[in-house]
């Protein structure tokens, strides 16, 4: 590695991916607040990552929904209200056409 092109808080941290439970030590720049002990008995600063290769569907090839934020539910409450909206603008132009 050349010297003096990295950033001062360039060091080793921890990934962890809290779908799969799998720990990655990787060389970054990503601040931090917290600190693990890693296999090796060292303490580093430690990340949360919510997927990585150890659980995203292209790597692993299964597929699972991972709803970390809620999103999901989201999507199925506008969903349900669009299709609400269109069966009532639908009943409202057939009744207009029975009269």
């Given at each position: ?93 057939t009744k207009k056409t029975k009269k």
């Amino acid at each position: 590695m050349k010297k003096e092109i990295h950033p001062a808080e360039y060091r080793q941290v921890i990934f962890s991916d809290s779908t799969s439970g799998k720990r990655f030590l990787i060389a970054s720049t990503v601040h931090t607040t917290k600190t693990e002990k890693w296999e090796d008995g060292k303490e580093y600063p430690v990340f949360n990552i919510e997927i990585s290769s150890a659980s995203h569907p292209f790597y692993t090839g299964q597929s699972k929904t991972i709803d970390t934020a809620g999103r999901v539910e989201k999507f199925k409450t506008r969903l349900a209200r669009g299709r609400a909206t269109a069966e009532g603008a639908a009943s409202a132009k057939t009744k207009k056409t029975k009269k």
